[in-house]
C-alpha cells in the first residue's frame, strides 16, 4: 500500500498534464536557387562546314550547372550532356547521348562543352581563354539578363559558334 502512495502523486501528475506534446517550430533557411530553361537557334561552323542547330539549356547559375539538348534543324537529338564548372579544371561535362553523325566530328562535343562553359557557366573566365567573343543585345529573362546573340571565335579550334537566344523561362526551387 505504501507503494501506491508513492505511485498516486505521480500518475496523477500524468494524468493532468497529459501526453501533449509541445511543438517548437524552428526557422529554415530556405536558399531559392533560380534555374533557368533557354531555348536556342544557332549555327556552328567546323572545318569550314555550316551545321544549323536548335537547343535547349537548363542552367541553374548557383549550382553553376547546365543539362544541353541539341537538336539539328530536323529536330533530331544530336547530343545531350551534363556540363559543371569545376574550380581546378574549368569544367567537367558528362556525355549522356552522343549521335553517331556527331562522332564522325571529333571536336564536336569538346568544342560545343567549352562554349557552355564560356557563355554560361564561367563567362568572366572566358575572356582570357584566347577566343573572340561578341555579344550583341539582351533578354530579360525572369530576374536575369542573358545575351541575345553570341558569336564565339576560335582561331586555334577553327570553329566559330553564333547563338541566337529565342526565349527561356525561369523556375524558382
Given amino acids: 500500500m505504501h507503494r501506491f502512495k508513492i505511485l498516486l502523486p505521480l500518475l496523477a501528475l500524468l494524468f493532468f498534464a497529459g501526453c501533449s506534446t509541445h511543438s517548437v517550430n524552428y526557422p529554415v533557411e530556405s536558399k531559392t536557387s533560380s534555374t533557368y530553361l533557354l531555348q536556342h537557334s544557332g549555327v556552328l561552323s567546323i572545318a569550314g562546314k555550316r551545321m544549323p542547330l536548335r537547343g535547349m ?11 544541353v539538348v541539341m537538336l539539328n534543324e530536323m529536330g533530331m537529338k544530336l547530343l545531350v550532356a551534363d556540363i559543371s564548372a569545376d574550380n581546378t579544371n574549368g569544367f567537367e561535362s558528362k556525355k549522356l547521348f552522343v549521335s553517331p553523325f556527331l562522332r564522325m566530328i571529333p571536336p564536336f562535343y569538346n568544342e560545343s562543352m567549352r562554349c557552355i562553359y564560356d557563355i554560361y557557366l ?9 577566343k573572340n567573343i561578341i555579344k550583341k543585345g539582351s533578354k530579360q529573362i525572369g530576374n536575369r539578363e542573358f545575351t541575345a546573340h553570341t558569336i564565339i571565335n576560335d582561331p586555334q579550334g577553327n570553329y ?10 525561369q523556375k524558382d526551387s
Fill in 57 to 67: 539549356l537548363q542552367l541553374n547559375p548557383a549550382q553553376k550547372t547546365a543539362r
Fill in 122 to 130: 564561367a563567362p568572366k573566365n572566358a575572356a582570357s581563354g584566347g
Fill in 160 to 169: 566559330t559558334l553564333e547563338l541566337f537566344l529565342n526565349s527561356g523561362s
